[in-house]
């Protein structure tokens, strides 16, 4: 299986500040996703970060708010800028690898805004 | 998407078989059902997939009656480390190259000593 690493694991931050969270694999992967999980909540899938190319947005999420890198097929970058207090959630990196496809999830990275 | 309904939550004791139904009744031909486990502060690990009868591998069984509204998550003799949250999931193979994963609310299961 893939193994993802996120940093940083966890952050705390005043509000009107960014903060880039970096996602690595460790082994080249097609597709890379970040998801977010606002506290007690389930997942809610932001982008899809496509190599080469710009992020494929969901419906509710922008590209001036959840700037998104994805320089190579092992790492990409997620930026919350202008955070908010609403901004506080676990933010997880995904992966789709392997000849199965299987998606696996990174540790996230929990996001405190103050 | 197919939307899905599951319990919110649900308690169990160590060494009981616990099983989580799943609704989804507008369930598309092509989709296929799976489950996931979140434990606290870990991202989701794929449990099991299936797309009708019954499928069962080292850590579940899943079941699927014919009409595929609804799917059993059963877990046999839980333990206090399957204490998760378990998330049910409608939509395209996990070994499709396309679409991606849309979690619904999950079931929080607690299980006791």
């Known amino acids: 299986s893939a193994v993802i690493s996120q940093k940083p694991s966890r952050d705390i931050c005043q509000r009107g500040t960014s903060l880039t969270i970096q996602c690595q694999v460790d082994?080249?992967?097609?597709?890379m996703f970040w998801y977010r999980q606002q506290p007690g909540q389930s997942l809610t899938l932001i982008a899809t970060?496509?190599?080469?190319?710009?992020?494929?947005?969901e419906s509710g999420f922008v590209i001036d708010k959840f700037p998104i890198s994805r320089p190579n097929l092992t790492f990409s970058t997620l930026t919350v800028s202008n955070m908010s207090p609403e901004d506080s959630s676990i933010y997880l990196c995904?992966?789709?690898?392997?000849?199965?496809?299987?998606?696996?999830f990174g540790p996230g990275t929990r996001l405190t805004v103050l | 998407l197919a939307k899905t309904t599951q319990p919110i939550s649900m308690d169990s004791y160590e060494g009981q078989e616990v099983n989580i139904t799943c609704s989804h009744n507008?369930?598309?031909?092509?989709?296929?059902i799976t489950w996931y486990q979140q434990f606290p502060s870990q991202g989701p690990r794929f449990i099991i997939q299936?797309?009708?009868t019954k499928v069962t591998n080292e850590v579940a069984s899943l079941f699927i009656p014919a009409d595929r509204k609804s799917s059993t998550l059963s877990l046999p003799r839980v333990s206090l480390s399957d204490t998760a949250v378990y998330y049910c999931?409608?939509?395209?193979?996990?070994?499709?190259?396309?679409?991606?994963?849309?979690f619904g609310r999950g079931t929080q299961l607690t299980v006791w000593p």
């Open positions: 995904s992966v789709k690898q392997g000849a199965n496809n299987e998606q696996f």
């Open positions: 082994s080249q992967v097609t597709m």
């Open positions: 970060a496509n190599q080469g190319s710009e992020a494929t947005y």
């Open positions: 507008n369930i598309a031909t092509n989709d296929y």
């Open positions: 299936g797309y009708k």
């Open positions: 999931l409608v939509g395209v193979s996990r070994g499709s190259t396309l679409g991606r994963l849309y």
